[in-house]
């Protein structure tokens, strides 16, 4: 944590190798935040380029308080993800299929086990749909973004015990929730 805090101090400063080692070590973690959330690569690859451009932009105001920086960068991607789903729930007719999105970019050579990932993921991205918004949160940051409790819970601004809690509960609606849509 000392070494990220004096990375993020040169950043601060201008520092361009170090903010390029922040961009190399949260960039993926942050893409497979975003594209969990919006299920489309594309436009996940852009947003994710875009928390990196506003944070660049707004280094100089960040203050260290003992929280890794990534609690900021998935600060602003999230609210690049509510921007993006709001901005998305306003456009009329054109509501694109965000799970062939991501069935698309898993190129399989065998059609059975494409067909049956295909199905994997639409059950998924269904059963997910049933999940509130906050276990959708805990279920995206702990699994696609590969983070700690103790990283969930300063990111979401709870306690460790309310995050276990929450992560509990969404993988047992998870689970209820996939064995329905087996079941269809």
């Given amino acids: 944590m000392q070494d990220e805090e004096a990375l993020v101090q040169k950043a601060k400063q201008r520092d361009q190798k170090a903010f390029a080692q922040l961009y190399e070590g949260y960039f993926d973690k942050i893409y497979r935040y975003i594209v969990i959330k919006i299920g489309n690569q594309a436009e996940a690859e852009d947003m994710t380029q875009q928390v990196f451009l506003n944070a660049l932009q707004s280094i100089s105001s960040y203050k260290w308080q003992g929280v890794p920086f990534s609690a900021w960068l998935y600060r602003i991607a999230h609210n690049q993800v509510v921007d993006y789903l709001r901005k998305k729930s306003k456009r009329p007719a054109a509501i694109e299929d965000d799970t062939a999105n991501i069935r698309d970019s898993k190129r399989h050579s065998d059609p059975q086990e494409m067909t049956e990932l295909n199905l994997d993921i639409e059950q998924l991205a269904a059963a997910t749909q049933k ?22 819970a300063k990111i979401m601004g709870r306690s460790q015990g309310a995050i276990k809690a929450l992560q509990h509960s969404a993988i047992l609606a998870l689970r209820k929730a996939l064995v329905v849509e087996i079941n269809e």
Avoid at 133 to 147: G, K, N, P, T, Y
């Fill in 131 to 152: 999940l509130t918004e906050a276990q959708r949160e805990v279920i995206s940051l702990r699994f696609s973004s590969d983070l700690s409790t103790a990283e969930v």
